[in-house]
């Protein structure tokens, strides 16, 4: 039988970003996907926000995250040949509240990297009259669908990757076999499907489905991304993405006339320019009850892995913990931090 050292299961941006750290670190790899399931990483709009709009506070962990995630999709652009990350400055109306939080961030040398304030007349055509408008640095975003099919081509030009559904209520996993291959190790990198997975049900996983729709506005600038209660997201050729929604019942892919509403009805406030909705798309993030992600070995099976838990902020969050996954993999005495360990779900 051949034998090869690690499975991955999920070509989302979990298991992709992770399939590079540990092929670049020289382990014989390969990765399982179902391209039927829905995925997440294929509907995301792809933003990236340092700051926390609703308490202006920053990201979580935003001052080691950025940097990484920024070498690794500038090294991953030159692997795979195309620009995937596009550095955008992002524009939020202030009411004049708000506009004061901002004045006190600013004048915090923690935040004065991240902020500027606009106070004169509205810096971009069409954009909601308002008090001043908050200037986010540092911002950004990746195309999502273009850096997956780009890895999936490398994948598949370096057989690391097999099509196909990874069977989790079999014995496969048991056994670490999978079309006659034997593997040392698993990784589940499945996004939301996890929920259903009977190994891992001790994960307290709190999936939310999102809906994002892509207009077309000739009108409007592409210089920014402009972001109050709905963002509109430059993506190029005057398209942009706008989104998004938040559903925690409905978990399946279907777009929905509710989420488009929504969306639609909040844009309304924002822009006031013509264009049209060319596309509508639906997809379910693996969001974690303590919106942390989750890294770690099963409790019994010695060789089995999991990966995931990237919520809303997967493009931010996969480059610095997929590196952490592998220092984990390749190291039995590696520790991730407390926060992001699978252990805080033990209970046995
Ligand atoms: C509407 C929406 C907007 C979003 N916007 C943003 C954003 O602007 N910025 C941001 O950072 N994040 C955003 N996100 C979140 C982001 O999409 C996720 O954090 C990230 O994509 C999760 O990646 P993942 O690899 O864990 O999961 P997924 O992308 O869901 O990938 C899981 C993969 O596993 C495969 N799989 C599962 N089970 C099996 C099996 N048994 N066998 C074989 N294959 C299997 C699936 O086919 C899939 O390809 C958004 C999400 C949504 C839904």
Redesign the pocket.
């Known amino acids: 039988m051949k034998q090869k050292e690690v499975l991955i299961?999920?070509?989302?941006?979990?298991?992709t970003v992770l399939a590079f750290e540990l092929h670049f670190a020289g382990v014989d790899v390969c990765i399982?996907?179902?391209?039927q399931?829905s995925?997440?990483?294929r509907?995301?709009?792809?933003?990236?926000n340092p700051l926390v709009f609703k308490r202006m506070t920053k990201s979580w962990m935003v001052d080691e995250l950025l940097p990484v995630m920024k070498k690794r999709y500038r090294e991953l652009q030159e692997l795979l040949g195309e620009r995937f990350y596009f550095d955008l400055p992002m524009i939020k109306p202030l009411s004049e509240q708000e506009t004061e939080l901002w004045q006190e961030r600013k004048a915090d040398k923690r935040f004065a990297p991240f902020i500027e304030i606009v106070d004169e007349s509205c810096p971009i055509d069409y954009l909601q009259e308002s008090h001043t408008y908050g200037i986010v640095k540092g911002s950004g975003y990746l195309n999502t669908g273009r850096f997956l099919d780009r890895a999936r081509h490398f994948f598949q030009q370096n057989k690391m990757l097999i099509e196909a559904?990874?069977p989790?209520d079999g014995k496969g996993f048991e056994d670490r076999i999978f079309q006659d291959v034997e593997f040392d190790k698993i990784v589940f990198?499945?996004?939301?499907?996890l929920k259903t997975h009977p190994l891992f049900d001790f994960i307290r996983l709190q999936p939310a489905k999102?809906?994002?729709l892509q207009i077309y506005a000739p009108d409007l600038s592409e210089n920014y991304i402009i972001n109050r209660r709905v963002f509109v997201l430059p993506i190029g050729n005057h398209r942009f993405k706008v989104?998004?929604t938040y559903e925690w019942e409905d978990l399946t892919d279907t777009p929905t006339e509710k989420g488009k509403t929504s969306i639609v009805e909040r844009l309304k406030d924002l822009i006031h320019v013509n264009y049209t909705i060319e596309e509508h798309w639906a997809?379910?993030?693996?969001t974690v009850a303590d919106r942390r992600p989750v890294l770690g070995k099963h409790p019994q099976l010695e060789h089995t892995y999991v990966f995931?838990g990237?919520?809303?902020?997967?493009?931010?969050l996969v480059p610095y913990f997929a590196s952490e996954m592998k220092q984990l993999i390749l190291d039995n005495n590696y520790r991730v931090s407390d926060e992001v360990n699978l252990k805080r779900f033990f209970s046995f």
């Open positions: 299961v999920g070509q989302g941006l979990a298991g399982v996907n179902n391209p399931k995925a997440a990483s509907v995301a709009a792809g933003m990236v559904d990874f989790v990198c499945e996004g939301h499907h999102g809906e994002v989104g998004s997809g379910v993030r693996p995931n990237l919520g809303t902020k997967g493009v931010m």
